[in-house]
């Protein structure tokens, strides 16, 4: 497998690390073994109002798969709030909150929010089985693409694009539709 195998058109930056107490390593492995037993995970970052904005986009382009590109961590520190277990999500596009099967785990750093987002994932690529290539991306920044060198934090929806090359990341995260949802605390 090469990079272009992965058929990337648009999908997200991840700024990944150490979090909820946890090391990247035992997070991929833990996440890996929830999708074994459930088809799919719930993969949790902070808080973003964007993704209706993000889905939307995503929508636009149509692609054959939705990808996330999680960073490298090179520097990353685990957050300092207290991590509590996510009980509910919500599919972006839908109201009502839904139980998180027996089998996902959410624990997230929670802050004065009781929320949080989440990419809906059906497959985890680690390690990855290519060499980083220098891949041009844009990412949306309040509704409009850049060309500037992709920010190391926090999420961005990117596309193939005219700007800077993709920064190095440590493992790639395949999303099932709808890709996006909010988790949190009932």
């Known amino acids: 497998m090469n990079f ?14 150490p979090h909820a107490g946890e090391d990247a390593e035992d997070i ?3 996440k890996q073994n929830e999708i074994k037993k459930n ?9 973003r109002k964007s993704l209706e904005l993000w889905s ?7 692609p054959s798969n939705v ?4 960073s490298k961590g090179d520097g990353t520190k685990d957050p300092k709030s207290e991590p509590r277990r996510c ?3 919500i599919p972006v596009g839908e109201f009502k909150p839904r139980e998180i099967p027996s089998g996902v785990e959410v624990p997230h750093p929670m802050g004065k929010k009781m929320e949080g987002s989440a990419f809906i994932v059906k497959k985890i690529i680690y390690p990855v089985p290519f060499d980083y290539e220098v891949t041009p991306v844009e990412w949306l920044k309040d509704g409009k693409w850049q060309t500037a060198t992709l920010p190391t934090r926090p999420e961005y929806l990117i596309k193939i694009g005219q700007g800077h090359p993709m ?13 996006l949802a909010e988790v949190g605390i009932q």
Not at 56 to 62: F, I, Y
Not at 167 to 179: D, G, I, S
């Open 28 to 30: 991929i492995k833990r």
């Open 4 to 17: 272009q195998d992965l058929k990337f058109k648009i999908g997200f930056w991840h700024p990944f690390g």
């Open 56 to 62: 939307k986009e995503v929508k636009k382009v149509n």
């Open 39 to 47: 088809g799919w995970t719930l993969w949790s970052f902070q808080f």
């Open 167 to 179: 920064r190095k990341f440590r493992a790639v995260l395949e999303l099932q539709a709808p890709y």
């Open 67 to 70: 990808l996330v590109f999680c």
């Open 87 to 89: 009980n509910y999500y």
